[in-house]
T-cell receptor, first 114, second 114 residues
Framework: ETGVTQSPTHLIKTRGQQVTLRCSSQ?????VSWYQQALGQGPQFIFQ???????GRGNFPPRFSGLQFPNYSSELNVNALELDDSALYLC?????????????FGSGTRLTVV | AQSVTQLGSHVSVSEGALVLLRCNYS??????LFWYVQYPNQGLQLLLK??????LVKGINGFEAEFKKSETSFHLTKPSAHMSDAAEYFC????????????FGAGTRLFVKA
C-alpha cells in the first residue's frame, strides 16, 4: 500500500501570490487533514475533510481553503501569501472521520514566501 | 481553551537509560491522545494512541504511555533508550467540539548519548 504523498516538496512564492499544495491520501483513507508547521514548532491544525466535506477547522483565516476530491486526494489553497506563511505544510490521512485511528503523514511541502 | 503542553523542549539521555517525555493537556471534553515521532525531513509517524479502554497503552519501538485523567497527563516512556530513538516527539489531542480538531504540543527533541 502507498503512503501519503505531497507535491511539490519545495516551493518559493512571492508575498501576495496564491499557492496550491497537493496531497494523495493513503489507499483506503477517506479523511484528510492539513497542518502548518513553523520551524521549531508543533504542527498547527488548519482543517480536516471527510468525504469531500470540511468537518473541522483550526484558527486560520479564510484565505486558507481546501478541497477534497472523490478519490480522496486533497488540495490546500492559500491566497494573498504573507511572509509568516513560510512553513512546512503537512497532509495527513486517516481511515475514519474522527481521526481516532491516528493519522498517516506525508513528508510535507516546504513553502517559502519572500 | 484546549491545549497541549510538553514539558521540556529538549531532553537528553544516555543510551540504555529510561526515556520520559512529559505531556499534559487541557480539555473540556473527553480527549483522545496520541504520540507521534518526527525524524529529520520526514513527516510524523504514529507511536501510540489512547482512545478508550486500558489507560496504559503500548506502541511501536518499545514506547508506552499512560493516560492519567486526574493529572491530565499522557507521559511517554521507554525503559531503555537506543541511539535510533533520537528524534522530535509530539503529543497530540483530538477533540470533538462540534467538529474534529487535533492539537499538537510544541514537541520535545530527544537526544541520546553514547
Amino acid at each position: 500500500e502507498t503512503g501519503v504523498t505531497q507535491s511539490p516538496t519545495h516551493l518559493i512564492k512571492t508575498r501576495g501570490q496564491q499557492v496550491t499544495l497537493r496531497c494523495s491520501s493513503q489507499s483506503g483513507h477517506n479523511t484528510v487533514s492539513w497542518y502548518q508547521q513553523a520551524l521549531g514548532q508543533g504542527p498547527q491544525f488548519i482543517f480536516q475533510y471527510y468525504r469531500e466535506e470540511e468537518n473541522g477547522r483550526g484558527n486560520f483565516p479564510p484565505r486558507f481553503s481546501g478541497l477534497q476530491f472523490p478519490n480522496y486526494s486533497s488540495e490546500l489553497n492559500v491566497n494573498a501569501l504573507e511572509l509568516d506563511d513560510s512553513a512546512l505544510y503537512l497532509c495527513a490521512s486517516s481511515l475514519a472521520e474522527t481521526g481516532l485511528e491516528g493519522y498517516t503523514f506525508g513528508s510535507g511541502t516546504r513553502l517559502t514566501v519572500v | 481553551a484546549q491545549s497541549v503542553t510538553q514539558l521540556g523542549s529538549h531532553v537528553s539521555v544516555s543510551e540504555g537509560a529510561l526515556v520520559l517525555l512529559r505531556c499534559n493537556y487541557s480539555s473540556s471534553v473527553p480527549p483522545y491522545l496520541f504520540w507521534y515521532v518526527q525524524y529529520p525531513n520526514q513527516g510524523l509517524q504514529l507511536l501510540l494512541k489512547y482512545t478508550t479502554g486500558a489507560t496504559l497503552v503500548k506502541g511501536i519501538n518499545g514506547f508506552e504511555a499512560e493516560f492519567k485523567k486526574s493529572e491530565t497527563s499522557f507521559h511517554l516512556t521507554k525503559p531503555s533508550a537506543h541511539m535510533s530513538d533520537a528524534a522530535e516527539y509530539f503529543c497530540a489531542v483530538t477533540l470533538n467540539t462540534g467538529g474534529f480538531k487535533t492539537i499538537f504540543g510544541a514537541g520535545t527533541r530527544l537526544f541520546v548519548k553514547a
